[in-house]
């Protein structure tokens, strides 16, 4: 069945077309003004839509590399800090130990601060940032290093107990470790005593960390080292010389005894010093190289930006102009539709 060109029914509905076309583009017009984005960016730009959404997709991409670098920056710079303890606590041990060397008594001192200093190692290799162990290699879920001072005792703390009573057949704390002769306490600290931080027992009992370490992508085909791991030779020479002074009977030693132990606990620190220091160095590379390429892809980001905001942004002032007249143009249609509804096709006949 056709419909009269001439009707009531005509009428009403060609006004109801033109209010729903008129609401329809106020709606857009609005949405456009409130967002500063075409509201259909595959309507207006036609065959250019695929540019916008390539451009739209790198600067995404992007950006979301900007905000990881800010994450790792502020990582990168934890883990200086827990380094610059470790080292500063070395250096001083260092000193303490070369300056009080031939002073009597000074067994206490320096058992008092070699205990003190692994207590710090072990603290600041254990450093977390939101929710990640920066010194645990790939194994960021877990804490790196045992607690050596846990209760009951730990395995690191067992593996060296056990490891003095096998060699002299008494413990540390006993009157006997008076009678160790020089040779043989030179010959423990550099033999058993040595592979209690070497693999696999320093796996074994003290580090869960991995010497695999954790890459990050910074930019585009850009992946870097971003962890210091606590399986580091100069971490193991730390806690060496640590646990030596701090738990092989320092206090009870003969003088020959307990000056082999500081001339070995003096060359492996001195060593260790210079191992953090490197490590350091590399970390401090590693900022450097994130801080500049951040810098780059905000330049990169911002050219992007200004390519999507040509693309797919409106000219304000032309939509505000548009949106007076669509405006202006449905209240007019208001008022013709109410008057239409009046009018009838028996005046026409």
Do not use: C
């Not at 207006?44 to 959404?53: E, F, I, K, S, Y």
């Not at 303890?85 to 001083?92: F, G, K, P, R």
């Not at 193991?236 to 020959?256: C, F, H, K, P, W």
């Amino acid at each position: 069945m056709t419909t009269p060109r001439i009707s009531s029914y005509t009428f009403a509905d060609t006004s109801r077309s033109q209010l729903m076309r008129q609401t329809a583009l106020v709606d857009r017009l609005k949405m456009e003004m409130s967002s500063g984005r075409k509201a259909d960016v595959g309507l207006d730009l036609g065959g250019r839509t695929g540019d916008a959404v390539t451009v739209r997709s790198e600067f995404d991409r992007l950006n979301s590399l900007v905000d990881t670098n800010a994450l790792l920056s502020s990582r990168l710079g934890v883990t200086q800090a827990a380094m610059d303890d470790i080292l500063n606590s070395a250096q001083d041990m260092l000193k303490t130990l070369v300056a009080v060397r031939d002073a009597n008594g000074a067994s206490i001192g320096g058992q008092n601060m070699a205990q003190g200093n692994l207590k710090l190692l072990i603290s600041r290799l254990n450093t977390q940032t939101g929710g990640v162990y920066v010194f645990g290699g790939v194994n960021t879920a877990e804490a790196p290093i045992t607690d050596y001072f846990a209760q009951p005792a730990s395995a690191s703390k067992t593996a060296l107990d056990a490891a003095f009573f096998a060699e002299f057949g008494f413990t540390q704390s006993d009157p006997a470790v008076a009678n160790i002769p020089a040779a043989d306490m030179k010959t423990f600290i550099d033999g058993a005593f040595q592979t209690l931080f070497e693999d696999p027992e320093w796996g074994n009992n003290w580090s869960s960390a991995t010497n695999e370490l954790m890459k990050n992508t910074i930019a585009p085909g850009e992946a870097v080292d971003t962890t210091v791991s606590a399986n580091e030779k100069a971490f193991r020479q730390l806690a060496s010389v640590y646990a030596m002074i701090g738990d092989l009977g320092a206090t009870g030693l003969n003088e020959l005894a307990y000056k082999t132990i500081l001339d070995k606990a003096i060359t492996v620190l001195g060593d260790a010093v210079v191992g953090v220091t490197n490590a350091k160095g590399k970390l401090g590379l590693v900022e450097e190289r994130v801080t500049e390429t951040n810098d780059r892809l905000k330049t990169q980001t911002d050219i992007l930006n200004k390519r999507v905001l040509i693309l797919e942004h409106i000219d304000p002032e032309e939509t505000s102009v548009q949106l007076n007249t669509a405006l202006t143009q449905l209240e007019t249609t208001y008022a013709v539709s109410a008057r239409m509804q009046n009018l009838s096709i028996l005046n026409y006949l």
